[in-house]
Every structure is written in C-alpha cells, then in structure tokens.
C-alpha cells in the first residue's frame, strides 16, 4: 500500500496552477551541480529511451521465426510473430532512431526463454515471445538470432550514437512448460503467493502461480540445476561457463547462492557487449540489497568492457539503470507520492540500492491535469522536491499497463507534445510514432497493446504526418538537454509559454516553448529573460527565423507549437 503525502513545493505548484500570473524569468549564470551532489547525469536525465518488444518490431531473418519447436498455434498476438534482433540492426542502420531523436534503445529481455507455452484459458496458448520468460540467463533466445546477432545490433547502436538498455529479471524463471523443466527447490520458492499487505507479502513470496520465483533473498550456496548443466554441455559450452563462475566467485567472494548467480549472468551482457543500462523488470518484488550488488557489478563489468575498446561510442556517461516500479510514480491525484515506495510495514528508496530511477508509471493518468498545472508539478518534484536530480521515465503506453493514454490515438499529436516536452525522461513504446493503435480487436488482456509495428502503415499519409510531427519535436529535444533535465521558467498562459534552462555538468542550454495549437498568425511569443534582447532564435518547427524585441518574438505562422532555440 503506497500512503501519499504532499510536499510543500509540490502544493505551491499547484495553487499556482489556479491562478494567470506568470514566474519570473530571473536567469543566474552559475553551475548547478554544486545543488546536486547527487544528482543523476543529466544526459540521462533528459534521455529519450525507444522501448520496443523485439518480436514485435522488425523481421530482418524470416530462418528464425519457428525455433525451438515453436509454433503459431498461441492466442491471437500470443505466438511469436517473427521479429528478431538482425531486423532492429536495419532499423538503427537506417537512420530510424536518429531521425526520432532517439539516444538510447531499450529492448525487452532478448535471454533465452522458456520453449514451450502455457495456457491461459480464455487468452488461449501463450509463448515467451515477449521475454519475460527466462530459462538461460547466458543465452540469446533463439527466435531473435544469436550472440553474434546481438553485438552487430549494439555495435550498430553505438555507431549511430545511440546506448542500449537491456531488460532484466531477477525476480522468476519462466513457467514449467511441457517442454520447459522446473527449477530445484533451492533456486524457487513455491510459497506464499504474494498479498502485497507487507514487504514480505510483495517481495518473500511467489508473485505468479504461472512462474518460478527465484529465492533472490537467499544467501545459501546451491549447485546449477541439472538441467542447465545438460544444457550447457549439449551446446558445447560447459567448461567455459563453469569457469568463468569459478572466476566470478573467486574475484567477489560471494557465495553461490542464486542471487549472485544472476548478477554474474547478467553482467556477463555488459562485459561482454557495453551496454549501457538496464531496465529493471519487478523491482520491487526483489530484495532491494540484490539491486545495489547488481549496479555495482555492472558498472564494473561496463569500465571493462570500455578499456578493452577505445573506439567505444563517445561521451562516456556512468551506467544507468532504472526501475519498474509498478504503481509508483511522480504524483498520485495531483500529490506526490515521494521518492521511496512503501510497503506498509518498510519503506525503501531504489535510489540507495543501484537505481538512478524509476519509471513515471502514472504518467498517463497524469494527463488528465491541464497542461501547465501538470508540467509546474512536474518542474516542483523533478527540481527542488522529493525527485530532485533523479532520473525518471515518462510514457504513454506500455506493455503491460492496461491504462495507457488514448489507446485509440485520437487526441495523439497532442500526447506526443505533451510526454516529449516534459521535465524528466521519455519512453517511446514503439509504434507511438505512428500512431499504433493499443486496440485490437479479437484479442485478450495486454496482447492488445502488442501488435505488430506496421511497417507499411508508417509508409502512408498519416503514418507520416504523425511520423514528421514525432521527428520534429524528437529532434528539438536530443538537441537540447535543458527540456528533461533543466530549471523551469512560466512565460505565459496564452498560449501557454515556459522557458527551461541547464547549466550544469559542462551542459549550457536554453529553449522557450509555446503551444499554438488552433492559433492564428501572427502570434506573440514571450521570452523574457531566457533570451537577451536581440538574439536571433529559429523556430525549430516552422523553420522561422524571428529575432527577440522587448521580451519576445511574433511569430508571422505558427504551426501546432513553437520551439525556439538560437538559429544556427
């Protein structure tokens, strides 16, 4: 049970949002990283992270689309549909992701999965094609390509400027399937199932009847499973994955209890390829001490892997990792729920234990509030308030909340302006950028929010023009950091008006934004003092030049909104 309080800054934002009277633009040159010791890269800060299902996004190899005994027998959206790791690789080729703005590309678990399928009733035959599902923490899953596969995808990645976040699962192994084993009783735990009324009812327990939950609190040393071992040996690898546990263990001195077997496996992916970041599945069903151990080893794993590779991708930034949080987020009804979670009888805050955030898992109900009343909550709680230098996540939609916003795209050019221009992160679940509709008919539960990117969709008139107008405003925010990460500065209500500025870290950067939607030219635009007087600004949208005179600027046509920057 999460008990919400309301900060103090958070409520003067608020009463704010009642009245017309505008904030200062009052500007001071001065380096703001002396306000956050602790804060966060703001480079991750201001990220805009692409979330994709791997099988759901691009078929580069139509060979592994049946693998493992596999078949398309599943519930509708259920099967594996064929989308694979050489598919993304041609997507980041093409300049896809750049063109979006795109700096880092979150995949889901691409670790080898359980083979089989589980039946969910009504829902009808499930498989793992969304992976979530593990059975191999060493091994790519077939259905999306091979190890080689995924180094040419982050080699790709990396050569186009972009980082890769890879989800990870600590918390269960996929379910017992009639071609998937169980894991032995030291690895699992079979009860309680969870009740989420205490820290023990949501993390020491089994949280899915459907899926082995791993004894992650355990420090008790066990053997590998039977099955694993088997495996490995099958597969020609056995001495060299037992070896480089020996190596592992001897190097940290912790025991081989599964909990420090995962963290080897999973920073195995670091060491081994540079990635960049994990996105933590379930984290607050696992024992918060497992994540810390996890970060440190990663961020271990990633100095490395960058020593063995000078030629890495430039602008070094720390490894990052953020959290599922599931029901926690920013605000709650307009409130801040604060930056730890509660769990009624312990209150823990992710920050101490490896996470530099979480995702803003209320965002789209957060869309409810007016605009500016949101963003000066937003501003409160991400500037000054309980989140002050931490990284978080914004998003739309997702894979697995059945609350997104406007899953039928009605109101989308408006959403998108509203997740990319907000203080903090963004999260662009794939297909936003077209408008993917999160309504399926014919198929049950979250399937419907996991359909197939349509390729030819984005090829017509509205696939583009929704296309152009998520480049444009992507483009404007990779450009300028000071949108997630910068200090606010309320211009004007109408139209609604806001300058954000950085300076911290080495970053200087400034923008005014307007939105203009539904307006007329000429329109005025005031910029205060963001921009001294005279500077020559472009509007990154129309693409016109304008020049500041008396605190603003008149803009001759505006389009959907105005983005100024200083014209190059």
Wanted: hydrophobic share 40%; with cysteine.
């Amino acid at each position: 049970m999460i008990r919400f309080t309301v900060s103090r800054v958070l409520a003067m934002a608020l009463a704010t949002a009642a009245s017309s009277s505008l904030v200062p633009a009052t500007l001071q040159a001065h380096d703001e990283t002396a306000d956050r010791e602790e804060a966060v890269d703001p480079r991750w800060r201001a990220s805009t992270v692409y979330f994709l299902l791997t099988d759901r996004f691009a078929n580069g190899d139509p060979a592994n689309d049946r693998m493992v005994g596999r078949k398309r027998d599943g519930g509708p959206l259920r099967s594996f549909e064929g989308g694979d790791l050489k598919g993304l690789t041609q997507k980041i080729e093409q300049g896809w992701f750049n063109d979006l703005g795109v700096d880092a590309i979150w995949t889901a678990p691409v670790i080898e999965n359980v083979h089989g399928f589980v039946d969910e009733g009504e829902w009808g035959l499930t498989y793992a094609y969304h992976g979530y599902w593990p059975k191999d923490w060493t091994a790519i899953d077939p259905n999306l390509g091979t190890e080689a596969d995924f180094a040419a995808m982050v080699k790709a990645a990396h050569g186009k400027g972009l980082r890769v976040i890879v989800d990870v699962i600590a918390n269960h192994a996929g379910p017992v399937t009639p071609l998937d084993p169980r894991w032995p009783e030291t690895w699992v735990r079979r009860q309680p199932p969870c009740d989420y009324q205490s820290y023990a009812g949501t993390v020491d327990c089994e949280l899915s009847f459907t899926l082995q939950d791993m004894r992650t609190d355990s420090e008790a040393p066990v053997a590998l499973p039977d099955f694993l071992i088997a495996k490995w040996r099958k597969e020609g690898r056995l001495k060299r994955e037992l070896a480089e546990l020996d190596s592992f263990f001897a190097r940290t001195g912790y025991p081989r209890a599964p909990r420090y077997y995962l963290v080897k496996w999973l920073t195995d992916w670091v060491r081994d390829y540079g990635i960049d970041g994990f996105r933590v599945d379930t984290a607050k069903h696992v024992d918060p001490e497992l994540w810390g151990v996890l970060k440190r080893e990663a961020a271990i794993a990633l100095a490395d892997w960058r020593a063995r590779n000078p030629a890495r991708i430039g602008g070094d930034r720390p490894f990052y990792m953020v959290g599922e949080v599931f029901n926690h987020g920013l605000l709650a009804n307009g409130q801040t729920v604060g930056a730890a979670y509660d769990y009624g009888d312990r209150v823990v805050d992710f920050r101490d234990h490896g996470f530099d955030g979480t995702i803003n898992m209320g965002f789209p109900a957060h869309l409810k509030m007016p605009l500016s009343a949101l963003y000066r909550a937003f501003d409160a709680e991400l500037a000054t308030g309980a989140f002050a230098g931490r990284a978080t996540l914004n998003y739309l939609a997702s894979h697995d909340d059945m609350g997104p916003h406007d899953p039928a795209r009605a109101v989308h050019f408006a959403a998108t302006e509203a997740l990319l221009l907000a203080p903090g992160g963004a999260q662009i679940y794939y297909g936003d950028e077209i408008a993917r509709s999160l309504v399926v008919p014919g198929t049950k539960g979250d399937a419907t929010l996991r359909s197939v990117f349509d390729w030819q969709q984005a090829s017509t008139e509205p696939g583009q023009a929704m296309l152009r107008h998520w480049q444009k405003l992507g483009q404007f925010r990779a450009r300028h950091p000071a949108i997630g990460a910068g200090r606010p500065y309320e211009l004007g209500i109408r139209p609604y008006t806001f300058g954000r500025i950085i300076a911290e870290a080495g970053i200087a950067d400034r923008v005014v934004v307007a939105m203009t939607a539904g307006q007329d030219g000429p329109v005025t635009i005031r910029t205060g003092t963001v921009f001294a007087e005279g500077t020559v600004l472009r509007d990154s949208y129309s693409d016109q030049v304008v020049r500041v005179s008396g605190g603003a600027v008149q803009i001759a046509k505006p389009g959907r909104i105005v983005l100024l920057e200083p014209a190059p």
